[in-house]
């Protein structure tokens, strides 16, 4: 038996030992993605409680973690190599945070529950932050490229694909969510709101006096309806006006898509954290904005270590990509729990009313934070602001 744990002792110790600092983001990603299977196993036993107790150590393993590395602003920090290294302890204490969250009172896991609504809420808000800075980063970066033609050429049939997969979809909905017989009207409400947006996104971006393009906009456009689908069939089974009412494979298929798009967010915001916007960056990074150097003339003179004066910048905020962990523990709880921490048990996930709302606010987030990205310069120009 000893032999065993020695062996097994060995192989954690090996395969911590390899992870190196381009590969660190991963593992903390994969610590993300275990969470999530954990999550859904022990729901199967112990409902909505045991999600929220594995949210609650999975949210304070990476909010310890983001308050650690406040500050860390070039890799001569010690904090820099806790961030990179230490897996072996990392991962034990990961586990112990999880296990440990077991054994906590039920009032403590109640208030942990009503906290993560604002938390996911949040990074909802972050997400769509996210995709609004890839798109824009995506457009710009090879609109610069305009002496290949093909860029252009992939740029526009990615546009075509994108805004007639978005109102085939709502074509779909329209069969799927208002059948005839019912009174549907909050559904097509939904519906025809979310197209309304979509030719808006279009018709602004294309407007003289704004510097738009119709990538950009025919990116949201997918999402926002992607949004309202996940909203619509969020609603009650009992529901008439939810034709999937008796569908357990489109209410897999839709928790299946919600985990996709968290994890998909995760992955970016980890892979890219701080490397693409201003906001995001840390001070000293060089994607911040800033032109001068990390050290004084004062500082050369005084003789420091050489090692110190040639101290590089981190890359990415090492707080805010350990945030959005943190932020995306408590989504996960939520989407699992369909926004809510009630004990009680559910043969759905992520089905109900709170969960239908949640969307379709964070649709018209979407919506009117992409406006803003479009039309802020002109407001801001009139009101001498650039």
Same mark, same amino acid.
């Given at each position: 038996?000893?032999?065993?744990? $020695?062996?097994?002792?060995?192989?954690?110790?090996?395969?911590?030992?390899?992870?190196?600092?381009?590969?660190?983001?991963?593992?903390?990603?994969?610590?993300?993605?275990?969470?999530?299977?954990?999550?859904?196993?022990?729901?199967?036993?112990?409902?909505?409680?045991?999600?929220?107790?594995?949210?609650?150590?999975?949210?304070?393993?990476?909010?310890?973690?983001?308050?650690? @590395?406040?500050?860390?602003?070039?890799?001569?920090?010690?904090?820099?190599?806790?961030?990179?290294?230490?897996?072996?302890?990392?991962?034990?204490?990961?586990?112990?945070?999880?296990?440990?969250?077991?054994?906590?009172? *039920?009032?403590?896991?109640?208030?942990?529950?009503?906290?993560?609504?604002?938390?996911?809420?949040?990074?909802?808000?972050?997400?769509?932050?996210?995709?609004? *800075?890839?798109?824009?980063?995506?457009?710009?970066?090879?609109?610069?490229?305009?002496?290949?033609?093909?860029?252009?050429?992939?740029?526009?049939?990615?546009?075509?694909?994108?805004?007639?997969?978005?109102?085939?979809? $709502?074509?779909?909905?329209?069969?799927?969510?208002?059948?005839?017989?019912?009174?549907?009207?909050?559904?097509?409400?939904?519906?025809? @709101?979310?197209?309304?947006?979509?030719?808006?996104?279009?018709?602004?971006?294309?407007?003289?006096?704004?510097?738009?393009?119709?990538?950009?906009? $025919?990116?949201?456009?997918?999402?926002?309806?992607?949004?309202?689908?996940?909203?619509?069939?969020?609603?009650?089974?009992?529901?008439?006006?939810?034709?999937?009412?008796?569908?357990?494979?489109?209410?897999?298929?839709?928790?299946?898509?919600?985990?996709?798009?968290?994890?998909?967010?995760?992955?970016?915001?980890?892979?890219?954290?701080?490397?693409?916007?201003?906001?995001?960056?840390?001070?000293? $990074?060089?994607?911040?904005?800033?032109?001068?150097?990390?050290?004084?003339?004062?500082? @050369?003179?005084?003789?420091?270590?050489?090692?110190?004066?040639?101290?590089?910048?981190?890359?990415?905020?090492?707080?805010?990509?350990?945030?959005?962990?943190?932020?995306?523990?408590?989504?996960?709880?939520?989407?699992?729990?369909?926004?809510?921490?009630?004990?009680?048990?559910? *043969?759905?996930?992520?089905?109900?009313?709170?969960?239908?709302?949640?969307?379709?606010?964070?649709?018209?987030?979407?919506?009117?934070?992409?406006?803003?990205?479009?039309?802020?310069?002109?407001? @801001?120009?009139?009101?001498?602001?650039?």
């Amino acid at each position: 038996m000893s032999c065993c744990a $020695s062996l097994t002792c060995g192989l954690c110790t090996s395969v911590t030992s390899t992870i190196s600092k381009r590969s660190a983001r991963i593992a903390y990603c994969g610590l993300f993605g275990i969470s999530l299977i954990v999550s859904l196993v022990l729901r199967e036993w112990y409902q909505i409680e045991a999600v929220l107790r594995v949210s609650l150590g999975n949210f304070l393993f990476f909010a310890i973690l983001a308050f650690v @590395m406040i500050g860390v602003n070039d890799q001569n920090d010690q904090r820099d190599s806790w961030h990179y290294g230490g897996w072996a302890a990392k991962a034990t204490i990961w586990l112990l945070f999880i296990v440990l969250m077991f054994f906590m009172p *039920d009032m403590v896991v109640t208030i942990y529950g009503v906290l993560s609504k604002f938390g996911a809420g949040l990074f909802l808000f972050v997400q769509v932050i996210l995709l609004l *800075d890839a798109t824009h980063s995506w457009n710009d970066s090879w609109v610069a490229k305009d002496e290949h033609k093909w860029y252009i050429v992939t740029l526009l049939v990615i546009t075509v694909i994108c805004y007639i997969a978005a109102f085939t979809i $709502s074509g779909l909905l329209f069969i799927w969510f208002n059948p005839s017989g019912h009174d549907c009207g909050l559904n097509v409400f939904f519906i025809v @709101m979310t197209m309304v947006l979509a030719f808006s996104f279009g018709i602004i971006a294309l407007h003289p006096q704004v510097n738009g393009s119709l990538l950009p906009a $025919s990116v949201v456009s997918v999402y926002c309806v992607y949004i309202c689908n996940t909203a619509v069939s969020c609603e009650p089974r009992n529901y008439e006006c939810n034709t999937l009412h008796n569908s357990t494979a489109a209410s897999t298929i839709t928790l299946a898509l919600g985990m996709l798009t968290t994890v998909l967010s995760v992955l970016y915001s980890a892979l890219h954290a701080g490397s693409s916007t201003t906001f995001l960056s840390p001070p000293s $990074s060089p994607k911040s904005g800033g032109k001068k150097s990390l050290l004084s003339d004062k500082d @050369m003179e005084d003789g420091k270590d050489e090692k110190e004066k040639e101290a590089k910048p981190v890359s990415y905020s090492y707080t805010f990509f350990h945030l959005i962990f943190a932020l995306a523990s408590m989504y996960s709880a939520m989407l699992l729990s369909g926004w809510t921490n009630s004990s009680e048990s559910s *043969d759905y996930i992520d089905v109900g009313w709170t969960s239908v709302w949640v969307r379709i606010c964070t649709l018209w987030v979407t919506a009117g934070l992409y406006v803003w990205t479009l039309v802020s310069p002109l407001i @801001m120009t009139d009101f001498g602001v650039f």
